[in-house]
């Protein structure tokens, strides 16, 4: 066997080393991935984050399992790839995870540092799927966007602060944005954002504004669908003759002003055939900027055609439309963000950080940007966040029986309070990203040898 990427440390030590016993069965451990690549077999540890090539005995012997002992199952066995029958690995994640959390919160320095703010909840458009619908527009006011920065200020203990500017459309609210942002710099605070927008009330002057003053880094911006549709579907108020002319013109001004753009198409059973048109429209138009990945995402909820028939697809066909879809913008060279090799997770979403808050117009705090009903107000920006219930409703995590013998199971944290805890449609994406990032690697180290 030999290690092509090394397990990740504190897992590991946690994990041990697990010793042979000659007189049990061993069989492969259930989070394991084989990906076999030009002729031999490598094994990627989903819990450690381990990957090996195996040499030609081993790679044999997990023909035969499950088997008793044999020596050539000895550094396997050490860094349980393999495992006797009655192992319980889906026990053993949830200890570790344990483990981690508790230790987490004892270490972790105390500081909120990754911020979503809501400058407004008032939007510009009038999708039909919108999960906001029936929330009420408000704009922060300047007395609050003051108090955000002191509160940002107090908060942060010091450290980098990650902001992302959400909505509501937050281009709405740019005024307020523009002034927390003075704020900061005023005091010195370092910081970088993102923004989730629909790009529309961008021009030159704003998106010299987002680099010079907001440090925007990236901006993730949704269509839905070709020029026809997406006007439609937007239904802009106060529109322009073309807004998706508009929208494509700003997404080349914040490239060409080096801001990354996440090009996002939300789709349903109306729309996904338009996904291929976007591409060679993103194409075309981009260049290949590599600032620009163009992906798609399911739109959630229950919504019908005008005959009355379902335009959502179930969870198989989402999974793999997504898969086909991305792969499609893949090998158009319009898709390229940077996976990693898959390892146990403990945390994962910002709902149950305590180093994360999200900042709503009128100044209360909440965990989930899409849990904003007043039962959900766990602080307030004059004395930060108090609700000691509400933090604990936030870590409570899910353990899904049909979830244990899935190979990604250690990196697939799911929160039980999360609107999308019962969803799985990115399996079949990640396990194709898996396999093609274990195809470079080896790629690479046999480059290297
Ligand atoms: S949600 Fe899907 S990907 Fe995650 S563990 Fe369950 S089956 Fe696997
Ligand atoms: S919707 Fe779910 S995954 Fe997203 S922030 Fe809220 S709790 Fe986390």
Redesign the pocket.
Known sequence: MRTIVEPKERIDTLWGIQRTDTAVIYRMMRYVIRVDHNGSVFLQNVITGQLVKLDQAEAELLEKLPATFTPEMEQLIEHQFIVPDDFDEHQRVVGIRSILRKLADKQEKPGINHITIFPTTACNARCYYCFEKGVKPETMTEQTANDVVEFLQKHSGGKKLWIRWFGGEPTVGADRISQICEGLHQREIDFSSKITTNGYLFDEKMVEKACSLWNLDSAMISVDGTRERYNRVKAYVNACDDPYEQVMNNIGLLLAHGVHVNLRMNFDKQNYLEFKEILEEAGNRFNGNPLLNVYVHQINGHYQNVDSSLIQGDEEWFSEMILELNNLSRSMGLLHKKSELPRLEYKW???ARDDAVTILPQGQLVS????MNPDQYKGDLKHGVNNKDLICF?KQFADYERCWDCCLFPECVK?L????KDRCLYKLERLNQIKELVCNLADISADEQ
Do not use: T
């Open positions: 979403c910002i709902a989930c940007p899409e849990r936030w929160i309070n999360c609107a999308g």
